[in-house]
């Protein structure tokens, strides 16, 4: 069972801070380089000063800004700058709450979350509530990934954890409900003014805070039977078991057995993935015949031409690439290649994962590409990936269609993890948009 409970949470004081938009970042793992720099621009007391500050980008794939590498700074004084910024960050935390930058609220509470937007010409909102949650070990069959993690973040959350023994974001999980029970709690709170209500980016998030004990009972009780998956936030999940198992140990009779989560509802339609496109250097010797033994090859003369095919023929192994110019469709020729060639033990439903036939026989075995390597980039703007292409940068760009959300919850609820980068969550929850404070 997933076990739930209310909380006081932590926002930002509208009487000090006018404009919410100023302060909030996305996650941290999604801002580049140049987006942390503009946060930092925004306002003196935007969220980035606490999750991400300016000498710390690319945690999340374990590896430091190179322009810090170049700095002339040896391996202590770089570790003695890391370590001083999560103190710096704790002390944001701590006089921001002191100067009224934030308030805590007085009842503990559920907060239903929204979030509308337009996505190909659809209006859609994801509904859902966030809530504390019991941390779960994932061997457990209560809580369940559906992708593998890396240490570099872990590492990286954890010592944040440590110093401001708080959580700036929500986890984004899922959850199967065909009742739509909460849902329905969620339609009625539109009768009232929403606690926050702002627009970032073209979605827009509104929240209301639920501290009525009979709903909020409804709300816990809806969970109760339920399996959840971690859609976004592997990293912070494994983070918030590991700080659990520390404090524990200890600290005797302290407890950090819960975390801040976002859930929502598979079966409400609200959910959008997108495909984190491929662009690939230092291929050796490349040559388009290298795809012929496996794919039917069609070349097309726009890219939107070529992904108007991939969202038809989304029963098939399909991708788009752009080489030298051109733009190719690559239909997997027999289904039968993947058993022969993909020499993996995983289930059937695995295999046939567009990331999958991807990774392992188009990456790895045509290209002879390892997966995590630099020679990798992973993005979601299809027209930045032909520019990277053009630019030289890149030798060819590689395109799939989305996962879809059933084959996550068939991937994660039968034990399995997808290969890296199989989903990217739209749209984003947002950091700092309300907080909880462990201690």
């Known amino acids: 069972m997933v076990e739930i409970i209310p909380f006081r949470g932590i926002r930002y004081n509208p009487g000090e801070v006018d404009d919410l938009t100023k302060v909030v970042t996305p996650p941290y793992d999604v801002i580049s380089t140049s987006a942390r720099d503009e946060y930092y621009r925004k306002h003196e007391k935007n969220i980035i000063r606490i999750i991400l500050d300016k000498d710390h980008s690319d945690i999340h794939s374990g590896r430091h800004n190179e322009d810090n590498e170049d700095n002339g700074d040896n391996g202590d004084n ?20 002191s100067d009224g930058t934030l308030i805590q609220d007085k009842k503990p509470s559920i907060y239903l979350y929204g979030l509308e937007y337009t996505y190909d010409g659809e209006k859609k909102t994801v509904k859902g509530f966030i809530a504390l949650t019991k941390l779960e070990e994932l061997d457990r069959g209560i809580i369940f990934p559906h992708e593998e993690t890396l240490e570099g973040p872990i590492k990286d959350r954890l010592e944040l954890l440590r110093k401001c023994n708080a959580n700036f974001s929500q986890i984004f999980m899922l959850y199967s409900d065909p009742a739509f029970t909460i849902e329905k709690i969620y339609d ?21 805070k639920i501290h009525d004990e009979n709903t909020i009972n409804k709300i816990v009780a809806c969970m109760k039977d339920k399996k ?30 819960y975390r801040a989560v976002f859930f929502t509802n598979t079966k409400n339609k609200g959910i959008t993935i997108l495909p984190a496109h491929r662009v690939i250097r230092n291929i050796s010797g490349f040559d388009i015949s290298r795809f012929e033994r496996y ?5 097309t003369d726009t890219p939107g031409r070529m992904f ?3 969202k038809k023929e989304t029963s098939k192994n399909i991708f788009g690439m752009y080489y030298s110019g051109k733009f190719y469709i690559l239909t997997l020729k027999d289904e039968e290649i ?21 990774h392992y026989l188009v990456i790895d075995k045509i290209l002879g590409v390892t997966a995590d390597t630099d020679d990798i980039l992973y993005e979601i703007d299809g027209e930045k990936v032909i520019d990277l292409v053009d630019r030289g940068d890149y030798q060819i760009a590689l395109f799939l269609n989305p996962t879809k959300v059933r084959q996550v919850e068939q991937i994660a609820l039968s034990g399995e993890k997808m290969p890296g980068k199989a989903t990217y969550f739209y749209p984003k929850l947002l950091s700092g948009l309300l907080m909880n404070r462990l201690d």
């Open 78 to 97: 770089r570790d003695t700058k890391r370590d001083s910024r999560y103190t710096e960050a704790a002390s944001y935390f701590k006089t921001w709450l």
């Open 188 to 208: 009625d709170s539109q009768k009232q003014d929403p606690l926050i209500d702002i627009e970032v980016d073209r979605v827009r998030h509104r929240i209301w």
């Open 228 to 257: 959840s998956i971690i859609a976004d936030g592997h990293h912070r999940y494994t983070t918030a078991l590991c700080f659990r198992d520390e404090t524990r140990a200890a600290r005797k009779g302290a407890d950090y057995g």
């Open 295 to 299: 794919f039917d090859i069609e070349e």
């Open 308 to 310: 108007d095919r991939l």
């Open 338 to 358: 993947i058993e022969t060639e993909i020499d993996i033990k995983r289930s059937p439903a695995w295999k046939r994962l567009d990331v999958t036939v991807l």
